[in-house]
């Protein structure tokens, strides 16, 4: 099994576009939102 990616994100699209690109490739992804710079 790959290494988790953490990924720690503010605003724009980059963090999605990250995540899905490993999740699409079998790697765990964990995700922290600042707070008031995420969308719901």
Partial sequence: MPDPLGIIAGGGSLPLR???????????????????????
């Avoid at 490739?25 to 719901?40: N, Y």
């Fill in 18 to 40: 990250v995540a899905q690109a490993a999740s699409a490739v079998g790697r765990p992804v964990h995700v922290v939102v600042l707070e008031g710079h995420g969308d719901p």
